[in-house]
């Protein structure tokens, strides 16, 4: 298991930049490793992809020397332990609402004795032939990165209980399920939803925790950066839509000029 780079600059207070992923494509993640993002978060919650395509995407983040982080769709261990032995350096885990439900996602994720998780040779240990499981438990329980989503009414009254769980690295504040929360859906950027994503974000800050939201454009990533979050990220559907529609635009427009 390789060191997590993103783990590293979080700890010493810098940004890490990443892309969401719900394309089953290890060739997106590649790519996004060439152009030097810190860390894709492949969507196994709102993408199509398996725990086979997900270990194939974690080979392409390996090849590319960027941090694989898979966001789940179900908050129970088993589920967890499947993607992590894929070889995940991280989990990201949604509505977490409570800190009960933050607990559990550290006990799914972490090897005893801080943790549950289950041990066996799976390709994340090397399949047992590279580094003594040992070694590895004690890396792993290290390395990986352990991200919570609050994106509900429950979990913003619960966001400072939340984000005082022992070994939760990150709390990422999803802006666009908690604008339906907050009766704006698909709203992200209203005042009411981006208020409610900054007191978020001021108190799991003072708790030690390092905080997350998106961050599509220069103009938001100022935003955030300008309060101290610290993982940011926006989507790789976004980034073709966008380049897409100037494209198509841009050619449509020309031929009229013709």
């Given amino acids: 298991m390789r060191k997590n780079a993103v783990k590293e600059k979080l700890r010493s207070g810098q940004a890490v930049v990443g892309v969401f992923c719900n394309l089953p494509s290890p060739a997106a993640v590649e790519m996004l490793g060439i152009m030097g ?6 969507d196994a919650e709102h993408g199509p992809m398996d725990v086979e395509a997900c270990e194939h995407m974690c080979r392409a983040a390996d090849a590319a020397d960027i941090v694989p982080v898979v966001r789940v769709a ?17 989990i990201q885990v949604p509505m977490v609402n409570s800190r009960e439900e933050a607990e559990r996602v550290v006990a799914a994720t972490k090897y005893p004795p801080q943790g549950r998780r289950g041990l066996a040779g799976t390709r994340a240990s090397g399949y047992g032939a590279g580094m003594g499981l040992p070694d590895y438990v004690r890396v ?35 802006p666009t399920d908690l604008s339906s929360a907050l009766g704006y859906p698909g709203q992200a950027t209203h005042p009411e939803v981006l208020a409610a994503v900054e007191r978020a974000g001021k108190t799991i800050l003072e708790a030690g925790k390092a905080v997350g939201t998106l961050a599509h ?30 494209h198509l635009r841009a050619t449509r427009e020309w031929e009229r000029t013709i």
């Fill in 217 to 246: 454009d220069l103009e938001a990533y100022r935003h955030w950066r300008g309060l101290g979050f610290q993982y940011l990220c926006t989507g790789l559907v976004n980034f073709i839509a966008n380049a897409g529609r100037a």
């Fill in 37 to 42: 993002y810190d860390f894709a978060i492949i």
């Fill in 140 to 174: 792993a329980n290290e390395e990986t990165l352990v991200v919570v989503q609050v994106e509900t009414r429950e979990a913003l009254a619960n966001v400072e209980q939340i984000a005082t769980v022992d070994l939760v690295d990150v709390v990422f504040l999803g």
């Fill in 74 to 90: 179900v908050n129970l261990p088993q589920n967890l332990l499947r993607y992590l032995d894929a070889g995940a350096l991280g």
